[in-house]
């Protein structure tokens, strides 16, 4: 089948990059043709830009705004390099609504995921992630691993009723968090199954074979820490972890955001050091739904923070499916020695693993026959 795949713009997000990554590859290797729906998150309306420039400029935010995007380029170098080498072959970039019309019959199947594409405070195109732009009646719609992020409902009664009909041309639906099963039958009345993250279909192997490929030098550290959000309570974490465990920090995170600071430390780090990082670590402190996927793939101890901004229901949901709640945290409090030092059993996690991925591969062979 020749697939389009919707997923999250991927905005410099490592998991993002490799979500779509590992989804498009499990697809090529059950025979299917995927392409990427790839949206962008700038607007290309010259009217539109002037406009946004001018009000930030009377507020006062054109210097910042302007000196990321005169250096944006160097910046994402990096990110960009592997969207480009990597997650192939993928449309012409979409910048609003209208774009997706030209894809509104190209394809046998649609499939919406990962990640939180059914989030409407989070995902621009809530619309077009439940395939309303589709007019092909005889394709086949599907979402896989699709997340709403948060175990409370954010839509509006007049978005739940729509999306609750659009859903019904759907071949089936799939979801990444065990809450959005509850939310799907509770809202939109709907049949849902529950996968893994398209990042764990593939093996630790087939993530090293890019690794060594792009001849990543070894990581100068033994403890991984991947935090979005800074805070004192998670660096008191990391540190208490370095000084028990004797191990050296390291990150694998852009050093700044701010675009006053130099050029060189706003740089992206490639996706493939961000990968050995998890590789070559001995225990790992993440905040990140996906440092804690990538803990669990490469068999690395770790603590996860709980990001409750970003959603804790993604969290709660990974972390019971392999019974490894007790590696969560939420406060300082929870933080003690014997959590840090608990042992996983890593035999019995990659069990798990294994039977859901060959569940979650079932799921997508199944619903992407050309008959049912």
């Not at 410099?12 to 290797?29: D, F, R, T, V, W």
């Not at 043709?33 to 009377?58: A, G, H, M, R, T």
Request: proline residues 2%; contains cysteine.
């Amino acid at each position: 089948m020749k697939i389009a795949l919707l997923t999250m713009t991927f905005n410099n997000n490592y998991g993002g990059y490799l979500q779509a990554y590992s989804l498009m590859e499990s697809l090529k290797k059950l025979g299917h043709e995927p392409e990427l729906l790839f949206v962008q998150l700038q607007n290309n309306d010259f009217k539109s830009s002037i406009k946004k420039y001018l009000k930030k400029y009377v507020l006062g935010y054109l210097k910042p705004k302007w000196n990321y995007e005169r250096y944006q380029n160097t910046i994402e170098k990096n990110t960009n390099y592997f969207s480009d080498t990597y997650i192939l072959p993928k449309t012409k970039p979409i910048y609003n609504k209208n774009d997706f019309l030209q894809y509104e019959d190209k394809y046998n199947a649609y499939i919406i995921g990962s990640d939180q594409v059914w989030r409407p405070t989070m995902y621009k195109y809530i619309d077009e992630a439940f395939f309303g732009f589709v007019k092909n009646k005889n394709a086949t719609l599907l979402s896989y691993a699709a997340s709403f992020g948060l175990d409370t409902w954010e839509y509006t009664d007049e978005q739940t009723n729509r999306f609750k009909e659009q859903l019904k041309r759907f071949r089936a639906i799939s979801v990444r968090e065990d809450s959005g099963i509850h939310l799907c039958k509770r809202y939109f009345e709907s049949e849902v199954e529950h996968v893994l993250d398209p990042t764990m279909l593939l093996s630790i192997e087939e993530y090293r074979n890019i690794i060594v490929k792009e001849n990543e030098p070894k990581s100068k550290g033994e403890l991984l820490t991947y935090i979005l959000d800074e805070t004192e309570e998670k660096i008191y974490l990391k540190e208490l972890i370095s000084k028990e465990l004797d191990l050296k920090i390291f990150a694998v995170n852009v050093k700044s955001k701010d675009p006053e600071e130099k050029l060189e430390d706003r740089i992206y780090s490639t996706v493939t050091s961000w990968l050995r990082g998890f590789d070559d670590a001995k225990y790992i402190v993440t905040d990140s739904f996906h440092g804690c996927v990538f803990s669990i793939l490469f068999n690395k101890p770790f603590i996860v923070y709980g990001n409750k901004r970003r959603g804790m229901s993604r969290f709660d949901s990974l972390l019971k499916m392999f019974d490894l709640e007790d590696r969560l945290v939420v406060t300082k409090e929870d933080i003690t020695i014997d959590k840090i030092k608990k042992e996983i059993d890593w035999i019995e996690v990659n069990k798990k693993l294994k039977k859901y991925i060959n569940d979650s591969i079932e799921y997508l062979k199944t619903n992407l026959k050309s008959e049912i």
